[in-house]
């Protein structure tokens, strides 16, 4: 069942090691993604129909797994690094999703509301406790397309790269001029062996 917006802060702030504005913003980012997709549930009899993409690797995003339950190692969670305080939540139940970004407004809105917190954190805090679920986010139901090598359950025997020899899970190799690669032997390898 779902807990108060308290009660996931005090599981947030564990989990992070301290509560700030980007926490309060992510669970409450989650919170309104379940509720429009209708889940009473997320972390309990509907965690297998839900799953998240974050656009941000920053305070809000460890806040997203508080109140879903999606998480990196279960599959449910994905990182589409695009530097954007947004997320996409999806039901796969019913087959939609919603992508919610946090409107730019709200820090102005913080100033507004309490002139008299100087500390930025704290006005932060504040309002996005306060604030309703439209004036923090803008809300577009999207389609999104996961195929089942994306989803948690998948099973596949490896497959190993032409070049380098190491397995490759859920269908992430590439094929190159007729090899088999995976993605960093193809030109997307990120490190530099030394
Ligand atoms: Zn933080
Ligand atoms: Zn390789």
Redesign the pocket.
Known sequence: MLKTLAGYEALAEQA?S?L?A??ILGLRMALYGVKLLGLEDPAGADRKRLVAFIEIDR?ATDAIPIVTGCRLGKRALKFRDFGKVAATFGDLKENRAVRLVARDSSKQRARELYPEIENKNQQQMRTYRKLPDEELFDAQWVRVSVGPEDLPGYKSAPVHCAQCGEGINFKREVVRDGRVLCRACAGERYYEAL
């Open positions: 992070h301290h700030c980007g926490q305070c």
